[in-house]
Every structure is written in C-alpha cells, then in structure tokens.
C-alpha cells in the first residue's frame, strides 16, 4: 500500500487510564441488564475457540468470538402472559376438544367408561402376549416346504345363485337360514385344494391372504364365507407336518380367529343396540338388556359352530367368538371353560393340545377373571405330561428327522404362557404349591421346570438357587436340553441377588457344567449369563477366569464368528456392571477376548461402546501405561476403520471418543513425558483433522501450563520445552485438511507461543496465518448452509489485530512487518462485500492510533512490545502515520463509489464510522483533521440517511469529551455541528 494520500493522520497523545477514569465517572448506573428481555442464549458459533492465558483484547472494537442470538419478544407470549396457546390450554379446566364433548349432549362415553373398567391385569397380560408373539415368530422358523389347503387363495369359492321359488314373507327367513346350511355342508363335503411347496415366507403370505379375504367376506356380507375361511383357519392348526414351525403357525392362525371373534361380537352387538336407535348398551351390560333378535343370531352362530364335525376347528372356532357368549348369559363362562377344556382332552396330539389350552386360557382371560380352568388346564397338561414321549411321538419326531431335545422347546411359549397365567401374582405359596404338584405327579421334566423359573417372580427362584440346581440335575434323561434350564436360572440370579452365603456354592457348581458343554453354541448361551452374576458379585479375578474359559472354547476352529452376538453381549454386560473401565483393562484376558472380533465393522461396533463407556464414566485423570496401552489398541481400530466412505457423522463420533481419551491422559507434572504421548497420538491418528485440532490444544494448554508453574521466568530447560511445544504445533497444523482450523490455531498458537516469550515460534505461525487468508474459501458452511465467507474473516483479522498490536517488530524487518503484511491481505483478497473491506480498513486505524502511544494498553510480561522499542521515535510515528493516511484514502475512495452508485445509506454508515476514528484518534488541533470531522458529519447528514442512535452515540461522545481535559476542539466541532450540521 504505497499509495499517497492528501489527508494527513496526527493522532493524539492518550493516557488510558485517565481516560479511564473520565468516562467512567460519566457511567449511569442501572438495576436490569437493558438487553436481558431481547437477548436469548448465547450460541457458539462454528469457529474453533481460543483459550489463551493472556487477555489480547481488541483496541479497535475487534468482533467477539461468539455469536449472539437476538430473539425478541415473543408477541404471542406477551398476548398470553408469556404462556404459549397450547400451554394456556392446558391451565384451563378442560382442553377445547372435552369441553365440546361435555357440552354435546349426544356424546357417548361408553368406550371410555369400557377401557376404564378393563381389568388391569387382562391388560398387562394381552400386551405381553403381543410381545411374546414377535418372540415367537423370530425363533421357529424352518426351511423345508410348507403346505396349506383352503380354497380362498385364488379368489374363493363361487356360491351359485339357485332358482329359488317365490316364498311368502313369513318364510323368507327360513329360507335364508336352509341356504347358508346348505353352503356350509357344501364346504364340509370336500371343496378345499392343497397348495405345497411353500417357503416360510409363502405360507405366512398366504395366511395374510387368508386374513384380508376374511375381513372382504366379512364387509360384503358373506358371514358363511367368512366362517368357512375360519374353518379352514383352524384346521391348519391340527397338522403338525412341519413340526418345528407349529408355534409360529399357531400365532399366524389364531390372529386371524381373534379378528373373526371381534368381527362376530361387533355384529351382534350392533344387532342389539339396533343401529343405534335403541342406544348404546353400556359396558357391564346384562343379557336381559338385549333384544330377543340379537339373542336368535348369536344362537345360530354357536349352532354353526357346533355342526362343525373335526374336533379342532370345532374347538378353536368356538374360542374365538366365546366372548359373544356375555349376549346369552352372564353366569356361565366357568362352566364353558371347563367344558372346554374337557373336549381338549380328545385332540390325540400333545403339541396340538398344549397350544390350545394356550388359546383358550388366553382367551378366557379377557372373559372372566375365575381362573379355575387355567389351573385345570395345567393339571391336566402335567399328568398328561408321559404322552410327550410315547411311541407315535418318536415314530413322528424320526420320520421328520427332530430330536427329542428340539421337539420339547417347542412346548415352550404354550406351557410359559399358562404357567404365567397360572401363577399370578406369583406368589411364594403358588410356587411351592407347584413344585409340589410336580412331585406328586412325579413329575421330573426339564421342561416344566424350565417354564416354572421363567413364570415366576425371580426374587423366589434366587431365593432357592442351589435348590433349583439340585432340581436341573435332578431332572430324568427326557431330553430338553439342560444348558437352557442353567441358562433359564442364570437369568433369574442375575435379576435379584441369591442369598449371600449362596454365591460360591452357586457359581462353583453351575460353572463346572457348563464348562464341560462340548456344544460351542450350548457353552456361549450359558456364559453370556452367568458371567453377568460372576461381574455383579464377585471381583475381577472371577471375571477373567470366565474370560479365559470363553476364548478356550471358542479358539478352536475360529467358532468365534459364529458367537458373535453372544460375545457383544458380554462386552455390553461388562461395560453396564463395571463402574470404572480401568477395572476391564486391567484383566489380561480383556484385550484378548476383544481381538477375537475379526470381523471390522462388529470389532468396530464393540470397540465404539467401549470407547463411549470409557468417556462416560471416566472422571480422573489417567496415567497408568496398561490402560493407556489398551485404550491406545481400541482408539487404532476405531481410527483404521475411518476411509474414503466414511460418513462425516460417523468421523465426528469416532473423533470425539478419541479425543475423549487424549484428554484424559495426564502425568502430573511429568510435562516431557505428556509431549511424547502426544507426538505418538499424532503419529497414530493422522486421518482426522479433530484429533490433530484437539492435539494441538492439548499441547498448547501445556504450554500454558508450563508458564504458569515458572511464573513466566522460564529457565534453560523450560525454555527449550515451550519452544518443542510451539514447533509441534507448528508441525501439526499444516496437516489438518480444514482451512478454517488452521488459521485459528495458527493464530492461538503464536498467541501461546508469544506468551512464552517465544518470539521467532510466534512470527512463524502468524506469518502462515497470513498466508492462508489468501487462500481462503468465498464460501463456508454454517448450519448446513453456505453463506459468505466475509463475516468470518473480518472477526478473525480484528481479533489478529488486537493481538499485533503487542507483537515486537522482528529486527531483520522493516517497521510494522505483519501488520503491512495483514493490510496487503486485506487490500488483495476478493471480497464478496466492500462493506467487510472497509470494516477492517477502520479496524486497522484502531489499531494504528494505538500503536502510536508512548504507552500501549496491555502488554505481555517478559516481551517488550513496540511502544518499548520504538518510545514514540518520531520515524516510527511517522510511518504509522503515512499508512493511516494510505488507509483513509481508500475508505474515501470507497464513499466515492457508494456515491456514484447510490448507496447513500451505505455512504452515511461508512462516513460516521470514519468520522468516528477521527475524532477519537486523531488531534482535533491540527485544522485538517477538525476539517475532515466537518465534512464527514455533512456527508454523513447529506441525504438524511444516517443511523440515529449511531448519531446520536456520535454526539454523546463528543460531548463527554468536551467537558474534559484539553476539549476546546470537540467544544468547538460540536457548536459547528449543532448549528449547522443538523
């Protein structure tokens, strides 16, 4: 910037702290912060923070480093007492929606008063059989070809219209009646077509089929269709072909029964309350309540039903509408359960009848609260129990190829459900009262044993857990596999503690087990539980002997990656029950068992949850090199993982876990030691540009460190230490990809490096500082959008500003070397909006005027700035002063163009903020700059496009200074301005 200039800078000498003093003495004083109702909360904005432990204030109105998010009143707040609509709602009584209702006097609350006179526990139970059900569908699954048979697949059977001969009214009901008598015997003689070779995913295709043609029939008013179709329903649950896919048939079919049961209840419901015209019948209606007609349908309906011939579809079909039963009687549930449950004991199959005493103890429930028949239903289930093993049984288990142990966990989901029913509340009597009846029906079955802990309360079971073991050994050779009864009672110690006394002689016994389980898949169900009771209530020693065990067994031919989500899960118990994740790295098996994960993206995964425990709960400080080491190891894998395809927000997690544990690393007062764990973090992490920014802070705050424990007198030793810090940083910074990271902490490190008294540290860093804002991006993202690049520069170089202002001028350089050198980067970088040039260009004269004094503001102990070079030498004053003048004359030239232009508000801005300067920085005495003053004030007034609070803060400040020392000229500018200016 070598261009001359007509207008010459004097600035004025200042004292500061007089200065100080003055305009304080003028403040008013004030009970409320005047901005608190307008100003909400304070955002960080994108730009990485400085902490540097020198105050390097602005002397030129330098941006802050945060940005301030105004949020002004909220009118509909004030409108509402500051209340929301939706809050103001809610103060009242009742919301807009009840009070509408209350007023209609033809609301009915009959719905609501149904739900809330439903018995709680019909609730609680119906919700866990909708979750057991998606249990039960994941788990029996089969590969092998499926058939159904059922003639509604291909658009359902086509009921031929007869000739009928006219009938007199009177008989058109009987009529109707013998017709779909008719149809129904049609249907029993033989209608139905088999469709095999179905895969799982088929047949539960069909069975939707089913469901969807059930509900058409329905809403077309084939109520005989829709019978036959729950007909052919139920019957599918009486073939057992496909033995190992029955639970999950028998959950599809009797969804499609409920449906049918409601559809049935709905009908004659409506029937009864007349479409309405008789009103709604209330909840704990009485079958006195109900008309005779509605009475005639729901006969014929359980007529219907019992013409069916086949046992089966009988009994479930008649399950499903049993609730249509209340329109009849009110009395007689009890007694239709057990007969029910009666008729079960003629279905020849155990699985078939196990499943529908499941169905009719569900179903009941939802009908009376008497539980006789859940009870009948499990005595009888237990001294049928020897049925499970006759010879058809096995002749059926060997024809389709299922072994004895597969074929009783098919019993599982039927006999926990019952068993559930059965042991409400699940008291300590109920369950010896069980245990009781097994032993009198000598009853030793794994498998009821194994339904007994999974039904009741497991604080009873853990009571009684080296009970229950004697009982698992005990069990006769049946079959059903022994580790799922260790694993069933696993699970129960690991929900409520066993007696004390009771763990050794507990864990010892099981352990040895299932130690021996030759089975990998038996061995890692088992020890992805127990080891949970050995990590709640033992030590680490325990732990690590499981541990070690777990990689015996699963080494041998890499069995490992068939366990995988068994292994993650004891990773995940480990991290829930470990309070410090020191604990796990200090196990030798740890580490171990961690690397078993070959394969990435799941060695990935754990690594990441042990990361994100390791951040959570780790509240000290570390230094011990073996955890050190393994956080290192898992830090690697997470870091290796990180390629081209990476998400920005996967990178933005795994960078924060690992600068979660560079954090935390601390050796006291070890400060060498600290720098090496630094340079070998650096050299392990060198994709992403968050860890190198959270490197270089780490060792810039040690650097801070450092001059704080030596009181800013650094010795030989400390010295050459700060000055290895400054070079890291001015080592790291380079490779970090983000422009934006690199001129902040170019600038923060030559602020520490400055600090440190490392003077040739800080002139490197802010000369490549300066390099960069060249390169700058027009551009950057902010909150997902691309805005301009301006208002970030423009903060950055007026905090730079601030911070030259105390950098001494190198000796082999010329006066004012980074400053020249930040100007010619203002003057040659493309800005997007002259506004932010010229922005900067007043910044500059702030700093300039501040350069001039005999005294600066603030200093840096141990580093003498220019004002102690230079003392006011009267060539350097000079100079300062030739490039105030250089710089005015471009913010003129500027107000040129805004005039040729005509951006005359813009025109009044820039003039006030110069005029500004001038009378702030300059000496009034001098008659250019007092006729400089007068003419920015006209240029400013001309088009009356000012600001005027910008004015007027103008005219408060000119008269604070004029009732001070030496304001004969800001007197006398102010007269002229208020005689003529105005």
């Not at 549930?333 to 169905?359: E, H």
């Not at 979660?660 to 764990?677: A, C, I, P, Y």
């Not at 804002?773 to 997902?784: A, R, V």
Request: net charge neutral; aromatic share 8%.
């Amino acid at each position: 910037m070598s261009k001359s200039s007509s207008f010459e800078w004097v600035p004025r000498k200042r004292d500061f702290q007089l200065e100080k003093k003055f305009f304080r003495s003028h403040l008013e004083g004030v009970t409320e912060h005047p901005l608190r109702p307008l100003i909400g909360p304070v955002t960080e904005s994108k730009s990485i923070r400085k902490n540097s432990s020198t105050n390097l204030s602005s002397p030129g109105n330098a941006q802050p480093r945060r940005s301030v998010t105004a949020v002004l009143a909220d009118p509909l707040g004030a409108a509402l007492d500051g209340m929301d609509p939706l809050s103001q709602f809610a103060k009242e009584e009742q919301d807009p929606l009840s009070k509408m209702a209350a007023e209609d006097i033809s609301w009915d609350h009959s719905e609501t008063k149904r739900k809330n006179l439903e018995n709680l526990d019909e609730e609680v139970s119906q919700e866990e059989w909708t979750a057991r059900k998606s249990a039960i569908l994941s788990r029996f699954t089969t590969s092998e070809k499926l058939s159904i048979m059922t003639s509604f697949l291909s658009g359902g059977d086509k009921v031929i219209a007869r000739p009928q001969a006219v009938a007199p009214p009177q008989n058109a009901t009987i009529e109707k009646v013998k017709n779909r008598l008719e149809q129904l015997d049609e249907f029993e003689e033989g209608t139905v077509c088999e469709e095999g070779d179905l895969t799982q995913g088929e047949y539960t295709a069909r069975i939707e089929q089913l469901n969807a043609e059930l509900k058409q029939a329905w809403n077309s008013d084939q109520r005989v269709k829709a019978l036959k179709i729950a007909i052919q329903c139920s019957k599918l649950l009486a073939d057992t072909n496909v033995i190992q896919f029955y639970p999950s048939k028998f959950v599809l079919v009797t969804d499609i029964l409920d449906i049918f049961g409601q559809l049935v209840h709905e009908r004659l419901r409506s029937k009864a309350e007349g479409n309405k015209t008789r009103g709604r019948l209330p909840v704990d209606f009485t079958p006195d309540m109900v008309p005779e007609a509605a009475k005639e349908t729901c006969r014929n309906w359980f007529y219907k039903i019992a013409s069916i011939r086949e046992l089966v579809p009988r009994f479930y079909v008649e399950i499903a509408i049993l609730r249509s039963y209340s329109f009849l009687t009110s009395s007689e549930f009890t007694q239709a359960l057990l007969r029910l449950t009666a008729m079960i004991r003629g279905i020849g199959d155990p699985l078939v009848a196990v499943y529908a005493r499941c169905y009719l103890c569900r179903v009941g429930l939802s009908i009376t609260r008497d539980r006789a028949y859940i009870h009948e239903n499990l005595y009888d289930f237990l001294a049928s129990h020897k049925q499970l093993y006759c010879r058809s049984v096995r002749a059926e288990l060997l024809r389709q190829k299922v072994d004895m142990g597969s074929y009783l966990t098919l019993y599982t989901p039927a006999l926990d459900w019952i068993l559930r029913l059965a042991a409400n509340p699940g008291t300590e009597e109920q369950l010896l009262d069980v245990l009781n009846i097994c032993k009198n029906l000598n009853v030793k079955s794994g498998l009821v044993l194994n339904s007994v802990m999974v039904a009741f309360k497991a604080v009873y079971i853990a009571a009684r857990a080296t009970q229950f073991v004697d009982l698992i050994t005990g069990c006769d050779d049946d079959g059903f596999p022994q580790y799922i009864l260790f694993r069933t009672l696993g699970l129960c110690v690991v929900a409520a503690e066993p007696p004390r006394e009771q763990h050794l002689p507990l864990l010892n016994p099981v352990w040895k087990i299932v130690s021996r389980l030759s089975d990998v898949s038996h061995y890692a169900a088992c020890a992805e539980v127990w080891i949970e009771f050995a990590v709640k209530y033992f030590g680490k020693a325990e732990v690590n002997a499981i541990l070690h065990d777990m990689i015996r067994h699963l080494t041998p031919n890499r069995a490992f990656e068939n366990h995988y989500l068994q292994m993650q899960s004891v990773v995940t118990i480990l991290l829930r029950n470990t309070h410090d994740p020191e604990i796990l790295f200090g196990m030798d098996k740890f580490l171990t068992f961690i690397d078993m994960f070959h394969k990435e993206t799941i060695k990935v995964e754990v690594c990441k949850s042990i990361m994100e425990a390791y951040c959570r709960q780790k509240q000290d400080s570390v230094r011990d090199p073996v955890v050190i080491n393994s956080v290192m190891f898992l830090c690697r894998v997470l870091h290796d993982s990180v390629n081209a395809l990476t998400v920005d927000d996967e990178k933005r997690q795994i960078a924060q876990l690992i600068c979660g544990f560079v954090k935390s690393v601390d050796f006291g007062r070890d400060f060498e030691l600290q720098l090496n764990f630094y340079v070998d973090a650096r050299a392990a992490f060198t994709n992403l540009d968050y860890i190198h920014v959270q490197l270089v802070q780490c060792v810039n705050h040690l650097a801070v460190k450092t001059k704080k424990i030596v009181g800013g007198h650094h010795t030989r030793k400390t010295a050459s230490f700060v000055r290895a810090c400054a070079a890291y940083c001015f080592i790291t910074v380079p490779s970090i990809f983000s422009v934006i990271f690199r001129l902040e902490l170019y600038l923060l490190s030559g602020q520490v490096a400055l600090s440190n008294q490392c003077l040739g540290q800080a002139d490197a860093c802010f000369k490549a500082a300066l390099n960069l804002i060249l390169e700058f991006p027009k551009t950057i993202e902010e909150d997902g959008k691309q805005k301009s690049s301006d208002f970030f520069l423009v903060s950055y170089m007026s905090n730079f500003m601030s911070t030259l202002l105390i950098v001494p001028d190198p000796p082999e350089q010329g006066v004012l070397y980074i400053t020249r050198g930040l100007l010619n980067c203002i003057q040659h970088y493309e800005w997007e909006n002259p506004a932010s040039k010229m922005n900067l260009y007043l910044q500059v004269l702030s700093l300039l005027a501040a350069a001039t004094q005999e005294s600066y503001p603030y200093h840096i102990e141990k580093v003498a700035s220019n004002d102690a070079l230079y003392g006011s030498d009267p060539k350097f004053v000079s100079e300062i002063n030739r490039i105030c003048g250089v710089v005015v004359e471009e913010i003129f030239s500027q107000l040129r163009i805004y005039d040729e232009n005509g951006n005359l508000d813009k025109q009044a801005s820039l003039s006030l903020a110069l005029l500004n300067r001038i009378i702030t920085f300059t000496d009034l005495r001098e008659p250019i700059s007092l006729k400089y003053a007068g003419k920015l004030w006209d240029l400013s007034h001309r088009h009356k496009k000012q600001d005027p609070s910008s004015v007027a803060n103008t005219l408060q400040y000119l008269s604070t200074r004029a009732a001070g020392p030496n304001g004969e000229k800001c007197k006398e500018l102010l007269s002229r301005i208020q005689t003529g200016g105005s």
